[in-house]
């Protein structure tokens, strides 16, 4: 098998991509092959994961052209002619090799000073969405927008909004659900079938009715 990675890190003046030949079984996952190599073939390889079930969210990648979750996807699923090429996410600051800067998404969650509100919220949210990024990287409008939103946060407004009755001003705003352009990438590669573009379209129904307050 052929495990082509694209590399980049702080000072290199542009990325590359580099060829390992791994042994591999087909039942395996992609994250063993990066692992692999990494431990194996090149310890300066670097990416995240954590959990190995598909819970965690940390171990998102584009592999072979596609945003999947490395450590539930199968080797024999997605090799073309012995090859898996993996990339990172896209729509984020690469940080080193595969690992890419996720404060974007993180840092729009919508806060709450509340900390009853806040805590019920945090299981909310980890109960759906594995906050993995993949939708990010998967939407059009968040790869060349940086200041819209977001998928899994507008997503997650609108489930506040349903609670609450009430959405943060920027969720109603250009950088908000009115930016979607509904190509509903975001739901078709989302990991746990969050449906972030479906969720969106619902929030921009309850907006237009005024189903809802902007505070
Ligand atoms: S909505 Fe889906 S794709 Fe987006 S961060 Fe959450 S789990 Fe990942
Ligand atoms: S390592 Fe946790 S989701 Fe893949």
Redesign the pocket.
């Known amino acids: 098998m052929r495990l082509v990675v694209r590399r980049w890190k702080e000072g290199w003046r542009a990325p590359r991509y580099d060829v390992f030949e791994v042994e591999a079984d087909p039942s395996e996952s992609v994250l063993d092959l990066v692992e692999r190599v990494s431990l194996k073939l090149d310890p300066t390889l670097t990416f995240e994961h954590a959990c190995h079930h598909g819970v965690c969210?940390a171990c998102?990648m584009v592999v072979n052209g596609v945003?999947r979750l490395t450590c539930v996807t199968r080797v024999g699923d997605v090799a073309r002619n012995g090859v898996i090429l993996v990339e990172p996410l896209h729509g984020f600051k690469v940080v080193s090799d595969l690992v890419v800067d996720k404060s974007r998404?993180f840092s729009r969650y919508p806060d709450d000073t509340r900390t009853l509100e806040r805590v019920a919220a945090q299981v909310e949210k980890l109960w759906?969405?594995?906050?993995?990024?993949?939708?990010?990287s998967?939407c059009p409008v968040a790869c060349s927008y940086p200041s819209y939103l977001g998928?899994?946060v507008l997503?997650w407004a609108f489930h506040r909004a349903v609670e609450e009755g009430r959405v943060p001003a920027p969720v109603a705003s250009r950088s908000g659900v009115w930016s979607c352009h509904a190509a509903f990438d975001?739901s078709e590669?989302?990991?746990?079938n969050?449906q972030?573009g479906e969720k969106i379209m619902r929030l921009r129904r309850l907006l237009l009715r005024g189903a809802v307050e902007v505070v």
């Open positions: 969210g998102g945003e998404m759906d969405c594995v906050e993995c990024g993949i939708c990010y998967a998928p899994s997503a975001c590669k989302c990991p746990v969050f972030p």
